[in-house]
């Protein structure tokens, strides 16, 4: 499978769909512009940015500068065409790759993977996230601030858990837009390299992988996506 300009595009969509339903959820100011989606929280969340456009306006620049020059907490600017320097605004940037998947038949999960259906569910992936990932800027945890309740009411958000020995071992969040976008999938560290993220990814396929799925990966994550069909798209700036 070769990965395609729509690709990177679906990733982008993906990306702006899940900034857009944290945003109504926490409560957070939500800014469009032709050129990029902001999300403005509070000192513990701060300041998150999509890009929307390889080139964005003179005046969506202007903007977005003049947001991370007055930010609180935090920033992250998520440039997936890797297409703007923003070291003049005091960031950096770190590469990470963005990946697709075409839909494809995979055996069943190893270890149990649920969907998260209840309050009780979702503080048990909120906290195996804000752990596991980690979520330094939301440490320590305060239940419902990184995942609040009312993300359970939104169709197009799912969240889901793989438990091992009977424990919560791993988690992830899903956006469904025109694809799925897979965020956050991690496990805690006491059960690393026990297959724990295979099943996981098998589970959420196998609910989720009618339509084309996109992500962003960690290097370390990389090799376990391309054995489950994840192919590169390009190479994603972050800066923070």
């Not at 998150?48 to 620049?61: G, N, Q, V």
């Amino acid at each position: 499978m070769t990965a395609t300009t729509a690709d990177l595009d679906l990733s982008v969509r993906n990306a702006a769909a899940l900034w857009t339903a944290l945003a109504d959820a926490r409560g957070h100011t939500l800014l469009h512009r032709p050129g990029f989606l902001a999300v403005i929280g509070d000192h513990r969340a701060g300041l998150r940015i999509l890009l929307r456009d390889p080139d964005p306006a003179p005046d969506d620049r202007a903007a977005l500068a003049d947001l991370v020059r007055r930010r609180t907490g935090p920033v992250t600017v998520e440039d997936q065409y890797a297409s703007v320097d923003l070291t003049d605004l005091g960031l950096s940037p770190r590469s990470m790759p963005v990946m697709v998947r075409r839909p494809a038949a995979l055996p069943d999960p190893s270890l149990p993977v649920t969907p998260v259906e209840r309050p009780d569910q979702l503080d048990t992936a909120e906290d195996v996230v804000v752990r596991g990932f980690p979520l330094d800027h939301f440490r320590p945890r305060r239940p419902g601030e990184a995942f609040p309740a009312a993300l359970l009411a939104r169709p197009e958000v799912r969240f889901f858990l793989v438990h091992r020995d009977g424990a919560p071992a791993g988690a992830c969040l899903t956006v469904r837009e025109e694809g799925v976008g897979l965020y956050w999938m991690t496990s805690l560290p006491e059960h690393r390299s026990r297959g724990v993220g295979r099943a996981l990814l098998r589970g959420v396929l196998g609910r989720l992988g009618d339509v084309p799925m996109t992500l962003t990966a960690a290097r370390a994550g990389r090799p376990l996506y391309a054995s489950l069909g994840f192919v590169p798209v390009t190479d994603a700036t972050w800066w923070g």
